[in-house]
């Protein structure tokens, strides 16, 4: 293999951690085989988050060690409306959702909330790869 075969498939793998919906699409568009932009898109969402699980939870406990240093109230009314959203929806709700939002937002939720259950990186990861196809299934099926 080329080397130019590892930046193409880097380039979309970070264009789908980046904006995740637009990607299939896209890659379907410039002619890419649906397999691949399968591949691709679950890829670059699994690596992203993957890659954000430590970043989140670093940034997380510095801004707890921060706030509780300065005498700042935990609870404020957003911080509650997300707590709402928390538990009325779960982990689930959450990874369903993460298509629509996009895998850093999805991320930053789920490591937030749900940091502490070992099932939170792999039910993410699931729910983006079937995100993934049923995106580059509608793709497809649009631009044939």
């Known amino acids: 293999m080329e080397w130019s075969t590892f930046f193409e498939a880097g380039g979309w793998m ?18 890419l085989d649906p397999w691949r932009v399968f591949a691709y898109s679950a890829g670059g969402a699994a690596v992203g988050l993957l890659a ?13 060690r921060v706030r509780r240093r300065k005498g700042k109230r ?30 850093p937002v999805g991320a930053l939720l789920a490591f937030k909330y749900f940091e502490n259950r070992s099932d939170t990186l792999p039910v993410m990861i699931i729910a983006y790869a079937a995100w993934s196809a049923l995106l580059t299934t509608l793709s497809v099926q649009a631009f044939i």
């Not at 970070?14 to 002619?31: D, L, N, Q, R």
């Open 52 to 64: 954000l699980q430590p970043v989140v939870r670093s940034l997380f406990g510095w801004r707890s």
């Open 74 to 103: 935990a609870f404020t009314p957003n911080r509650r409306r997300i707590v709402s959203v928390k538990q009325n929806f779960g982990l689930l709700g959450i990874a369903l959702l993460g298509g629509l939002v996009g895998v």
């Open 14 to 31: 970070v264009f789908s951690f980046v904006k995740f919906v637009v990607m299939p699409s896209t890659a379907v568009a410039a002619g």
